[in-house]
């Protein structure tokens, strides 16, 4: 069974924190994507990366870095936690060849306090 | 630029009722289309897809066609469970430009209640 775990479902750190999002797949896929989702604004994209070492900004970069040392792993970094940057945080991956058929991990509820 | 338009909700049925969700698109080239269900408590996964005009995708009991010419890949369903209760959001990909990235709509909540 295809897998992306996420390393917290819930998360409380204080404001100018330094917070590192783990996530991990199993499915030796090339693509990994970081969203953050909030209620009425639906999934906004972070960050993506297309290959190891390789990262790309989403539609919301500011205030986040990512990581993609090896293929499985992608981390989110939130330089300074903020309260505005709580939120629902989600991890994808895709494959080159299917590469907008995504597989979700379950989610890390953030809480900047 | 491209973007997904889905009907507010949240919508509530009882069960056994008939479900649609409305999805409308505004793309240039020709996108996949796609549907993902979040069941409370999980990630987001895969329910259905269309990667062309006039396909139907289908899955669970739910279907949806890619209709091009109204720009539309409404989600229906004949009958629904409880079960079905969920956030289901529609999706494009980006076809002319950056193909690893989906446009999402803001997603739909379905409560279903026996």
């Known amino acids: 069974d295809v897998k992306v775990t996420q390393s917290s479902r819930y998360l409380v750190k204080r404001t100018g924190e330094k917070v590192f999002l783990e996530c991990v797949q199993d499915?030796?896929?090339?693509?990994m994507f970081w969203y953050r989702q909030d209620p009425g604004l639906g999934l906004r994209l972070i960050y993506f990366s297309y290959d190891v070492k390789m990262k790309e900004k989403g539609d919301i970069p500011e205030g986040y870095s990512v990581s993609r040392e090896k293929k499985e792993r992608f981390s989110l970094i939130l330089e300074s936690a903020s309260t505005n940057q709580t939120s629902m945080y989600l991890c994808a991956s895709s494959s080159r060849i299917r590469s907008t058929e995504a597989f979700f991990g379950q989610g890390t509820r953030l809480t900047v306090v | 630029g491209n973007s997904v338009t889905q009907m507010e909700g949240p919508v509530t049925l009882s069960e056994e009722a008939f479900l649609t969700i409305n999805c409308t698109y505004t793309?240039?080239?020709?996108?996949?289309l796609f549907w993902y269900v979040q069941y409370p408590g999980e990630g987001l996964q895969l329910l259905l897809k269309a990667t062309k005009a006039d396909d139907k995708g289908s899955n669970k009991g739910f279907e949806a066609t890619y209709r091009k010419e109204t720009t539309s890949f409404h989600l229906e369903k004949g009958s629904v469970q409880v079960s079905d209760s969920a956030v289901y959001f529609c999706a494009l990909s980006d076809q002319a430009g950056n193909n690893r990235k989906l446009i999402w709509g803001l997603g739909t909540s379905l409560a279903v209640n026996p």
């Open positions: 499915m030796d896929h090339e693509n």
């Open positions: 793309a240039t080239g020709y996108p996949s």
